[in-house]
C-alpha cells in the first residue's frame, strides 16, 4: 500500500522560507509524477507544483518565483521550499502522487498544517 | 489558468436520494476532468478519473459523465459515508485548477 507522510515546521515565520518533505513508502518514487497541493483553512485546494522523479519540474506560475521542489530518489523523497513567505502562505499542505501520464492524484498524505506567524 | 466552477456550492439531501453536482472549465478541456472527495479533516480521494472512469475501490454508486467544458459527477443514492466535499480538478494543461467544492450535507 503505497503511503505519503509529509513533515517540517509547523510554524515559520514572516519572509522566511517553508520547508517540507515528503516520504513515499510502499512504492518507488520512480516513474511517477509527485506534485505539492495546498488548502489555505476553509479554503479551496491550490495545485503548487510538480516533480518527476528525473529531477524534471513545473511550477505554477502564480508561485514560480518562490518554489523549489527537489526529489531525493536514494531516500523516497521529495521535497518544497517556497520562500518569503506571508501570512497568505499558511495552509494545510499535502504531498500526491500522480502516474506517469500526469492525468489524476490517486495517493495523498494526511496533509500538514503550516501557519505562518511572527 | 484554466478556471473551474461547480454549481451548486452547497445541497442538503438524503440518504437515499440521487445527487449530482455539475464541474464547468473555462475552455474545453477534453476529457481531462477529475472527482475528489474530501471529508473534514482529511486529504481529498480520488473517485472519477478521466471525467468517467471510477477509481480503483470506489462504490459503483458513484459515476461521471461530460467532455468538452461540461462534467458531472452523480451519486445514484447517497450514502451516509457521502456527506463531504466534491471537488473537480483539470488536468488538461498545467496549472491544474480545482473547483470551489461542492459541500453535501443531511437534509
Known sequence: QV???ESG???VKPSETLSLT??????????????WIRQ????????????????STNYNPSLKSR????????KNQFSLKLSSVTAADTAVYYCARAPVTRDYFDYWGQGTLVTVSS | DIQMTQSPSSLSASVGDRVTITCRASQSISSYLNWYQQKP???????????SSLQSGVPSRFSGSGS?????????????EDFAIYFCQQSFSTPFTFGPGTKVDIK
Open chain 1, 67 to 74: 518554489v523549489t521542489i527537489s526529489v531525493d530518489t536514494s
Open chain 2, 68 to 80: 468538452g467544458t461540461d462534467f458531472t459527477l452523480t451519486i445514484s443514492s447517497l450514502q451516509p
Open chain 1, 40 to 55: 489555505p483553512p476553509g479554503k479551496g485546494l491550490e495545485w503548487i507544483g510538480y516533480i518527476y522523479y528525473s529531477g
Open chain 1, 3 to 5: 503511503q505519503l507522510q
Open chain 1, 9 to 11: 515546521p509547523g510554524l
Open chain 2, 41 to 51: 479533516g482529511k486529504a481529498p480521494k480520488l473517485l472519477i478519473y478521466a471525467a
Open chain 1, 22 to 35: 515528503c516520504t513515499v513508502s510502499g512504492d518507488s518514487i520512480s516513474n511517477y509524477y509527485w506534485s
